[in-house]
């Protein structure tokens, strides 16, 4: 994404208290029928990353930036989406290579912003997390990757940016019935997106671990 500011999260509350899952039980989420899918989604509203039981964690986000189009890198959130005060998690210059690392205290599973010169992407941390960004700025979202923990679901939001991209005024235009008509249809395709990408994940990755249930209404459903 280029150029602009990244949009509030209104719509964005995780839960207080952590739900744990169960293998089966995210799978029966997952494969619920078409005709309850929106209930089951505004009710569970579920998206990945593992459950670490220490509240605060050194959180760790570093990697590489190919052809830079400045000196540093941040890490950005908002407090509250009332006031809207945005807030520097951390930043890093980068070295001669456009490597960058930051290590800092992370409290709560919460979306940031990565910023690097004029373009951003957006991200969500877990405590513990230790991630491994890579990217192009010259093909900027085609080219951001994530290794390492927490890598599952930032790489599903990339990807989701590819697939969906931005969020556009035009829906609003249309009348009731056919803004209605729309809505559901992008429900079910970003729905569809959701369901494809983490069932390639169950099977393979980290089956022992137990599967946090959480809001992220904003990510499934909205570019």
């Known amino acids: 994404m280029c150029s602009h500011c990244p949009l509030p999260f209104p719509h964005f509350h995780y839960l207080s208290m952590v739900k744990m899952a169960t293998i089966p039980d995210l799978l029966s989420v997952l494969t619920v029928k078409p005709q309850s899918m929106k209930t089951s989604l505004r009710v569970l509203l579920v998206a990945l990353t593992f459950y670490h039981a220490d509240a605060q964690q050194m959180t760790t986000v570093y990697g590489q930036i190919i052809h830079p189009k400045g000196k540093q890198v ?48 957006e991200m969500f941390l877990s405590p513990g997390d230790s991630l491994r960004l890579t990217l192009d700025t010259k093909q900027f979202d085609e080219t951001v990757v994530y290794e390492g923990r927490g890598a599952e679901v930032n790489n599903y939001l990339a990807q989701k940016t590819l697939t969906f991209g931005p969020m556009s005024a035009e829906p609003y235009k249309l009348l009731e019935k056919e803004f209605l008509a729309y809505d ?9 997106f959701f369901t494809k990408h983490f069932s390639k994940h169950l099977s393979i990755t980290h089956l022992s671990r ?11 459903f909205r570019a």
């Open 74 to 121: 941040y890490l950005r959130y908002y407090q509250d989406y009332i006031a809207y005060e945005e807030i520097t998690a951390d930043s890093a210059a980068l070295d001669k290579k456009g490597n960058f690392r930051m290590e800092f205290i992370w409290e709560r599973p919460y979306p940031v912003t990565f910023f690097h010169g004029d373009e951003i992407t």
């Open 184 to 192: 559901d249809s992008m429900t079910n395709a970003r729905f569809q």
């Open 210 to 220: 137990p599967l946090r249930i959480m809001n992220l209404k904003r990510y499934i």
